[in-house]
């Protein structure tokens, strides 16, 4: 199972940018979908989830900004940021977890200048 992710790289702030992350592979059944950050120094955190029955769940520091959603038929997760601001600037894994299986993906970039 192979995850990519897309859609990272240099955005100003107030930006509006969407990362993409494909599930590829032999996947039998997904369940929640998401993305979690880290930055230098510090541990890797929960940004926003979707789970299969369409509850989504975002740290409060990206709540009304950013919105996750997922395209079932594709094995895709999204992640809309909008509003961006520098402390947003991070790595961005997307994380598929299901049955038997959780994988990550190998992490997008993102920098947000003021």
């Known amino acids: 199972v192979q995850l990519q992710a897309s859609g990272g790289g240099l955005v100003q702030a107030g930006g509006s940018p969407r990362l993409s992350c494909a599930a590829s592979?032999?996947?039998?059944?997904?369940?929640?979908m998401g993305w979690f950050r880290q930055t230098p120094g510090k541990q890797r955190e929960l940004v926003a989830i979707?789970?299969?029955?369409?509850?989504?769940n975002y740290a409060d520091s990206v709540k009304g900004r950013f919105t996750v959603s997922r395209d079932n038929a594709k094995n895709t997760v999204y992640l809309q940021m909008n509003s961006l601001k520098p402390e947003d600037t991070a790595v961005y894994y997307c994380?598929?977890?299901?049955?038997?299986?959780?994988?990550w993906g190998q992490g997008t970039l993102v920098t947000v200048s003021s």
């Open positions: 994380r598929v977890v299901g049955l038997g299986i959780d994988y």
């Open positions: 592979g032999s996947i039998s059944s997904i369940n929640a």
């Open positions: 979707i789970a299969s029955t369409g509850r989504e």
